[in-house]
């Protein structure tokens, strides 16, 4: 048995990093590994764990600054005690702080450490990480752009293993009609989704800055709905002030976040993820959407982009910060079924092929096991 420990530097499941971990634990191999779990304190996530048969572990995971030392160190040893009792053979972590406070409390121990790469932007740090950890999954080529690829001592610690979902969960729907009843959206408008944390580095602004443009040229509107947090109260206010100063209060609905996301999907036409550079790895909106066979309009941003794959024709690309080709790209989609068709059967088919769970769990075991043999083992 290959026991696993996982670290969250959050307590809920607000986070796609934090879905993504309890999604790979609900689809280990049992009979092979054994999952626990570390996180800050008592929540939504540790809930779901110990639902998964996951054991749960409660420390605070601070920062690494000169004025934590002091607070870093004893919880360090405490969680040293914790690898050598449950005999821990990997750490597996998400976050760079808190992979590297890992790094601290494995000396000693035989845990090797895999930090799961999330982001694509590159930190001061990454040229110390990639000497520390034993290895690194990317959720994107993007995201393997950070590394230095180009040596062979870091190349073979490193693979890109895209996320996964439930391709069971996550399906497409003949008939949205009665779905949207439920939802309580209208059977017979176009419906737009965007579905994530609303702020700016998400595209929020240039999603609503189309909407404006298709309303000042008299083309149709599609019904936008929001589905997320506001990263902060002011973006709201901003949100509203669009709204209210364009006159769209009758095409966009801005709602909290949502358990069901999976339900908003697919009662919807067309998923605007229009991110901007350094504010995604890969979104997991991006293959969920697909999943479930629905349209795209992704921005060219890193692993937002390579998400839909340009050649598969699962959605549409646009430039960052760019209304005007989120307008065309809303504007193509919603006078053409016969295309959005064409996009929904695409996106289904390398949402299976590539991002069903089954498949990334099976490769996140062989890549464990390719870090347990010192790298002699052959990985996919």
Not at 149 to 174: A, C, H, M, R
Not at 185 to 199: C, Q, T
Not at 223 to 249: A, C, P, T, W, Y
Not at 349 to 356: A, I, M, P, T, V
């Amino acid at each position: 048995m290959i026991n696993i420990l996982y670290m969250s530097h959050f307590s809920d499941l607000r986070m796609g990093g934090q879905r993504s971990m309890t999604h790979l634990i609900e689809n280990l191999d049992r009979e092979r590994y054994k999952p626990f779990a570390l996180c800050p304190e008592e929540g939504e996530l540790s809930q779901k764990l110990l639902s998964l048969a996951c054991p749960v572990f409660h420390f605070p995971l601070y920062s690494l600054k000169p004025k934590n030392i002091i607070k870093c160190l004893p919880e360090a040893f405490r969680i040293r005690k914790i690898l050598k009792e449950n005999e821990i053979d990997i750490i597996h972590s998400d976050y760079p702080s808190d992979t590297y406070f890992a790094h601290l409390a494995r000396i000693g121990t035989k845990a090797k450490i895999i930090w799961h790469v999330r982001w694509n932007v590159p930190a001061a740090k990454d040229r110390i990480f990639e000497r520390v950890y034993d290895g690194i999954i990317g959720v994107s080529e993007a995201a393997g752009r950070r590394f230095k690829l180009d040596n062979p001592e870091f190349s073979k610690k490193y693979k890109t293993i895209y996320n996964g979902v439930d391709t069971n969960k996550f399906l497409p729907l003949q008939d949205k009609s009665k779905l949207r009843d439920e939802l309580a959206l209208p059977s017979d408008e176009f419906i737009l989704l965007f579905a994530g944390v609303r702020k700016e580095g998400k595209g929020v602004f240039d999603i609503l800055n189309a909407q404006v443009l298709l309303k000042n040229s008299e083309k149709d509107l599609p019904l936008i709905v929001f589905v997320g947090g506001d990263e902060q109260n002011d973006n709201r206010m901003k949100i509203d002030d669009l709204i209210e100063k364009h006159s769209l209060k009758d095409n966009v609905r801005v709602l909290p976040a949502q358990i069901n996301i999976s339900d908003w999907m697919r009662a919807s036409d067309l998923i605007a993820i229009p991110s901007h550079e350094g504010n995604e790895g890969m979104p997991r909106v991006s293959i969920e959407a697909q999943c479930s066979g629905v349209p795209l309009i992704v921005s060219d941003a890193g692993g937002v982009a390579e998400a839909i794959g340009r050649e598969e024709n699962a959605g549409i690309v646009v430039r960052q910060n760019s209304p005007q080709d989120i307008a065309q790209a809303i504007e193509k989609i919603m006078s053409s079924p016969a295309l959005s068709k064409k996009m929904s059967e695409a996106g289904r088919k390398r949402g299976k092929e590539l991002f069903d769970i089954k498949i990334h769990a099976s490769r996140v075991e062989n890549f464990y096991q390719y870090i347990l043999n010192d790298y002699n083992l052959e990985h996919k």
